[in-house]
T-cell receptor
Framework: GNSVTQMEGPVTLSEEAFLTINCTYT??????LFWYVQYPGEGLQLLLK?????DKGSNKGFEATYRKETTSFHLEKGSVQVSDSAVYFC????????????FGAGTRLFVKA | DAGVIQSPRHEVTEMGQEVTLRCKPI?????LFWYRQTMMRGLELLIY????????DSGMPEDRFSAKMPNASFSTLKIQPSEPRDSAVYFC???????????FGPGTRLTVT
C-alpha cells in the first residue's frame, strides 16, 4: 500500500540556518503531496501542497518540489527562525491509496536563537 | 470562519467511564475526519464521513469506540468504557468537496486514569 517515510528528528538548527527535511513516498499511482506543520498544543496546519510531478509548493518561505523520478518531496527553507520550531508532517493522498491521507511520522524541528 | 471547533480541549476521566468528544467542522465542508495522535503510533485515522455518512471506519480500534454525525455541523466520538490506553490527543478535521486538503481542529487531550 501507499506509504510515506520522513527523516527522523529532532532536527536542531541555529537561527538563519538552511533547513532540509527529507520525505520519500511509495504509491501505485500519482498522488497529491503535502507538508503539514504542528505547533505546540495545536492541530496540524497545511503548509504547502503539490498535485503533480515537477510542481513546486511554497508558503511562508518553505518550498518542496514533487519529484516523481526519486519519489521525493523534500521540505526546504533558506533561513529558519525560532518561530519555525514545530513538528512537520509529510503526507500523500490519492495515487491508488483511496481517500485516506497517509501521514509520515513527523519530524520535530528546534531552532535556537 | 472560526475553523474547526473541538470540545472539550482537555478531558480527564477514570477507567470505565464514558467519554464523548465533540466536533464542529468548518461550514460547508463535506468531509469530516477523526484522528488519534500518540507518541508511539503517531497520527492514526479512526473514521471519516462524507456528507454525514460514515465511509471508512476501519481505523476504529475496538467496539468501545463509536462515532456519529447527525448533521453537517456536528460530530461526536464516544468511548465506552474508556481505558488508560485510550489516552491520546484526538483531532477532528474537515475538508471541502475532496478529502485531500484538511483543516484540523485544536484537538482534545484525553487522559484516562
Amino acid at each position: 500500500g501507499n506509504s510515506v517515510t520522513q527523516m527522523e528528528g529532532p532536527v536542531t538548527l541555529s537561527e538563519e540556518a538552511f533547513l532540509t527535511i527529507n520525505c520519500t513516498y511509495t504509491a501505485t499511482g500519482y498522488p497529491s503531496l503535502f507538508w503539514y506543520v504542528q505547533y505546540p498544543g495545536e492541530g496540524l496546519q497545511l503548509l504547502l501542497k503539490a498535485t503533480k510531478a515537477d510542481d513546486k509548493g511554497s508558503n511562508k518561505g518553505f518550498e518542496a518540489t514533487y519529484r516523481k523520478e526519486t519519489t521525493s518531496f523534500h521540505l526546504e527553507k533558506g533561513s529558519v527562525q525560532v518561530s519555525d520550531s514545530a513538528v512537520y508532517f509529510c503526507a500523500l493522498w490519492g495515487g491508488g491509496g483511496g481517500f485516506k491521507t497517509i501521514f509520515g511520522a513527523g519530524t520535530r524541528l528546534f531552532v535556537k536563537a | 470562519d472560526a475553523g474547526v471547533i473541538q470540545s472539550p480541549r482537555h478531558e480527564v476521566t477514570e477507567m470505565g467511564q464514558e467519554v464523548t468528544l465533540r466536533c464542529k467542522p468548518i461550514s460547508g465542508h463535506d468531509y469530516l475526519f477523526w484522528y488519534r495522535q500518540t507518541m508511539m503510533r503517531g497520527l492514526e485515522l479512526l473514521i471519516y464521513f462524507n456528507n454525514n455518512v460514515p465511509i471508512d471506519d476501519s481505523g476504529m480500534p475496538e467496539d468501545r469506540f463509536s462515532a456519529k454525525m447527525p448533521n453537517a455541523s456536528f460530530s461526536t466520538l464516544k468511548i465506552q468504557p474508556s481505558e488508560p490506553r485510550d489516552s491520546a490527543v484526538y483531532f477532528c478535521a474537515s475538508s471541502l468537496r475532496s478529502p485531500d486538503e484538511q483543516y484540523f481542529g485544536p484537538g482534545t487531550r484525553l487522559t484516562v486514569t
